[in-house]
């Protein structure tokens, strides 16, 4: 009797130990799988209860979390919300987040490998985790006048540092507040991210880099760099400019904006045809190269990537696949299937602003953990070589006689040569066209580059151009990050 | 007997309370700190409560030491401050659900539920006086004999009072509760011991008979047909229990306990294939006829596809906790549904990790093999299965409910032993350990000169009574 209770002890243990085998596998091994999960409320209510570290301009917080006397211990508050919404996106209990708060969240809330010390320092110490620190590469001056120059528009701008790529601003129009989406009002948040979500004015995307638009006239800085690298162009080259270009294939012509030759010639030069923006110059180089020249081109200058990974939904931009003639002709000029985000032109001229450079935009300066030591410095990084510095010189050579002579006027900045090209882009007849400006300054040693899309200006269409609608607003951040 | 066994019975007699006393200092040392840390990290400040609380456990356990050296001075030391542990901890983890709970009311404008874990404390009062009235009562368990069938009888009709309609209540899908006076009762936990009695009683007198050998098959002895009849009836008895109360864990908990006694006191293993099989056939029919049964195993094979399924939530709270638990008082145990019951557990393994949790399990199995120790050293085969049976009972509840929060088996509704929220199976476990400690009380206590009357005359006795 006394042996079959003692097998029935082993037995007890064997069920004792499979308990804890199962136990192991599950809080040792398979912690992380269930962790990850969405619809861990666990999780989502911890991460939300910590101490996350600020994004900051500078030393100037524009998120930051605050102590509340709630459960979740932390408000996250957001100075001027509106203006760098794009940037910083949102943190919200009921919606998850965007932006800074969602590709930088396991800095921000001190749970990064990175940070894996300072954890563990904390926990023996008995602190609570604390997050890190984010700073961003953003110019408060010229993200204001972003926000400012965007106002009663939809539109976008940004700006980079043509040296570094560093984004110097990003505005995008209509904003929101995100303040209203990280309070603890739960009913609250859910009816204003409801509102939000339904607006017809989408306030919640990022034109600047998650819109894709047609970059009609600034796309000639693409095709211009094709001709003069393919050796065949110098920027006096004369070209076939008439009022109208006959097309192959199609009984539709080119025609010029102004239904007018190019400068009074039917024979302008490259610069001249840039200086008043001509249709059919372009069109016809655009023809001439071939659209497998121009893709490669704007292949170099960043279109066919998402070149920003600091940021969810970073739009590609794109050169259509295999157009016939006269589409070759239309996305010569920025038209047709041709697309591309704000950010994107704002690459391009910055290519052209650093010697032909393109520079890999970033947002994310550095990350700190809480005790202040930097975590990683982002270095500057080359994305691609566009075109050789020769042929840089001469694009910014043509561009600086648009602003001086041509369309781009209004974009002129005292005592500071700026650089630059307009935009126009239909789409179809039913709405406005997409004003665009994309510029650089100063143009001997170029600080800043900038790209302005206005997408609904609320104002005559016959008003439309880049000059007079988006220039402006260029010229104003060039000025703010120029210190003027 | 073995050889063997002849050693654990030559045992120096020491009654060792000294030891008891010790460890249960330690053991309310423990409940005491974990229910003061919970205070200090959840509501900043030592509570209030902490002295109805220490003083309630604490002399709680101390008036069921000084019963037992009075009246049981030779009881296993090791029982009673495990029980007192396991209980103390699950009194301090129901209250700091009821804290995380009263937390999430507040946040959602509602009133918080009163508090369970004073209710929890009263019930281990109620504990502890059938503790005593076992001890007190019961000078000697082999007078259980005579209630062989009595206890039977008791037992099925615990067994099937959740059956009577008006009577019995349905929750979280188990029909294993009665509602009486306001009050719910799980009548499944009495059952438990009445059975465990009434099998011994009956093995002593059958298992002879049920020791004679049939066929031989792959080398194992099987039972002869004709005596094949008090299996069946375990297993349909069991069957019912899973169909009509759909409650797995209560069913294997039955058929269990009759299998491990009916092996021990034949010490054939045949019986336990039989039954095995039998067992896992009927609970495949069930699976595939009921849609209840078939319910509780398809949550288990996929329980993440149950949005807000409970066995979900909890391991999710359980990985949470990873090794080593987010800490006392700094998880949300109160996420997840019936946090102070069913998945008490799963609140521990959050707020005290995988280390935690062993730690409990370890503390279980001290008490299964203690009891299982007492029965080796028990000198009547009644004493012995009884032991046997309840501490097996034991070791079964905690495999099934600990197995189902973990996710090992398919969750069913028996109650955590000593921890878990609920009467019944707080005052029924209390009930069994102090039947365990009567018991070991006899087998170390030295044995006087007379000459111990045999297995075999009692048996009879109780016979021809």
């Known amino acids: 009797m006394n042996s079959a209770i003692r097998r029935l002890a ?11 085998a199962n136990s192991t596998y599950l809080q040792a091994f398979r912690a992380n799988e269930i962790n990850g999960r969405n619809d861990n409320r666990r999780v989502r209510d911890s991460q939300f209860s910590v101490n996350r570290g600020p994004i900051l301009i500078g030393s100037t917080p524009v998120a930051q979390s605050k102590p509340s006397n709630d459960r979740f211990k932390f408000q996250r508050t957001y100075a001027s919300g509106p203006t760098y919404a794009p940037v910083t996106g949102f943190y919200s209990y009921v919606n998850g987040r965007s932006g800074i708060e969602l590709t930088m969240n396991s800095e921000l809330n001190g749970s990064d490998p990175s940070m894996a010390f300072r954890r563990i320092i904390d926990v023996i110490s008995n602190r609570p985790q604390q997050g890190g620190s984010v700073t961003l590469t953003v110019n408060a001056a010229a993200q204001q006048a972003a926000y400012d120059g965007l106002a009663g528009k939809t539109g976008a701008v940004v700006a980079i540092e043509p040296k570094t790529g560093r984004i110097l601003a990003m505005g995008s129009r209509p904003s929101y507040d995100p303040n209203l989406l990280a309070s603890h009002d739960l009913d609250k948040v859910g009816a204003a991210y409801k509102r939000l979500d339904g607006d ?37 080259t004369k070209v076939k400019s008439p009022a109208e270009l006959p097309l192959p294939q199609t009984t539709t012509p080119l025609v010029n904006e102004d239904g007018k030759n190019c400068g009074g010639s039917n024979n ?44 969810s939904g970073v739009a590609a931009s794109q050169f259509p696949g295999d157009p016939n003639a006269p589409q070759t002709a239309q996305s010569a000029i920025g038209q047709f299937d041709v697309r591309a985000t704000p950010l994107q032109m704002a690459m391009v001229a910055a290519g052209i602003a650093n010697k032909g450079e393109v520079m890999k935009p970033y947002l994310v300066q550095n990350v700190k953990s809480a005790d202040l030591k930097t975590v990683s410095e982002t270095k500057p990084e080359t994305l691609h070589q566009a075109v050789t510095p020769e042929v840089a010189a001469q694009l910014t050579a043509m561009m600086v006689d648009v602003v001086n002579n041509g369309t781009g006027r209004p974009g002129t900045i005292t005592n500071v040569q700026v650089a630059g090209k307009t935009g126009t882009a239909q ?18 040693d170029p600080k800043v580059a900038v790209a302005v899309l206005i997408e609904d200006a609320n104002i005559a269409r016959n008003d439309i151009a880049g000059g007079t609608l988006a220039a402006p607003i260029a010229k104003k951040v060039m000025e703010a990050v120029l210190g003027q | ?96 659900v009821d804290l995380g709970l009263a937390v999430v009311a507040e946040a959602n404008g509602r009133t918080p539920k009163s508090a369970a874990a004073p209710q929890q404390i009263t019930w281990t009062a109620v504990g502890i006086v059938l503790f005593l009235v076992v001890i007190l009562v019961i000078r000697d368990h082999r007078r259980l004999q005579a209630l062989t069938y009595t206890a039977g009888l008791a037992g099925l009709v615990l067994l099937v009072l959740p059956l009577i309609p008006g009577l019995g209540v349905n929750l979280n899908g188990a029909r294993i509760w009665i509602r009486l006076a306001g009050m719910s009762f799980q009548p499944g936990e009495f059952a438990k011991i009445c059975l465990v009695v009434f099998f011994a009683g009956y093995l002593v007198v059958k298992r002879d008979v049920l020791t004679l050998a049939g066929h031989r098959f792959l ?56 039954g095995g099989l039998l067992f896992a056939g009927g609970a495949y029919f069930a699976y595939q006829t009921f849609g209840h049964v078939h319910r509780r195993v398809t949550d288990w094979l996929d ?30 145990p109160e996420a997840t549904l019936y946090a102070q019951s069913d998945m ?35 000198r009547d085969i009644f004493g012995k299965l009884i032991a046997t049976g309840l501490a097996m009972s034991f070791a079964l509840q905690v495999f099934v409910i600990v197995g189902g929060v973990t996710g090992l088996i398919p969750l069913t509704g028996l109650a955590t032993p000593f921890m878990a929220l609920g009467g019944t199976s707080l005052v029924a476990n209390w009930a069994i350990i102090a039947l365990l400690l009567r018991i070991s009380d006899q087998a170390r206590r030295p044995q006087t000169p007379a000459a111990p009357v045999s297995d075999e005359t009692i048996a009879m006795a109780v016979q021809t009574q």
């Open chain 1, 427 to 444: 789409t179809s007849k039913e709405r406005p066209p997409f004003a665009w400006f994309t510029a650089f300054a100063p143009a001997g």
């Open chain 2, 1 to 96: 007997m073995s050889i063997a066994s002849t050693s654990v019975i030559q045992i120096i007699p020491r009654t060792r309370r000294g030891v008891e006393l010790l460890l249960l200092v330690i053991a309310i040392g423990v409940s005491v700190g974990a229910y003061v840390n919970i205070g200090i990290t959840v509501q900043d400040t030592v509570p209030a409560s902490t002295g109805y609380y220490a003083a309630g456990i604490g002399l709680l356990a101390v008036i069921a030491h000084l019963a037992l050296r009075y009246r049981a001075p030779y009881a296993d030391p090791v029982l009673l401050p495990c029980a007192v542990l396991l209980n103390g901890l699950g009194v301090a983890m129901i209250h700091r």
């Open chain 1, 200 to 236: 017809k004015s989408r306030p919640m995307s990022n034109r600047a880099v998650q819109e894709l638009y047609p970059p009609g006239s600034t796309f000639k800085l693409v095709t211009a760099a094709a001709a003069l690298s393919s050796g065949k162009y110098t920027p006096e």
């Open chain 2, 219 to 274: 080398g194992l002895d099987l039972p002869r047909a004709r005596d094949l009849g008090p299996i069946g009836i375990a297993w349909v008895v069991s069957l019912g229990v899973l169909v009509f109360e759909s409650d797995l864990g209560s069913s294997l908990l039955f058929f269990g306990l009759f299998l491990f006694l009916l092996y021990v006191s034949t010490e054939r293993a045949g019986w336990l294939i039989i």
């Open chain 2, 344 to 378: 008490i557990i799963s609140s521990f393994a959050e707020e005290l990790g995988l280390t935690g949790l062993i730690a409990i399990i370890l503390i279980y199995t001290l008490i299964v093999e203690r009891g299982l120790r007492t029965a080796l050293g028990c």
């Open chain 1, 10 to 20: 082993v037995a007890a243990i064997i069920l004792m130990l499979a308990l804890m």
């Open chain 2, 303 to 332: 329980p993440w596809a149950i949005d807000g399924g409970q066995v979900k939530l909890g391991l999710m709270g359980q990985a949470w906790g990873g090794i080593l638990g987010r800490g006392l008082g700094q998880g949300h």
């Open chain 1, 268 to 311: 302008a030069t490259l610069t001249i045809a840039l200086r008043y923006s001509c249709n059919t110059a372009y069109g016809s180089v655009g023809l001439e190269l071939g659209p497998d020249a121009l893709r490669e081109q704007a292949a170099k200058f960043g279109f066919g990537e998402r070149p920003l990974d600091e940021l």
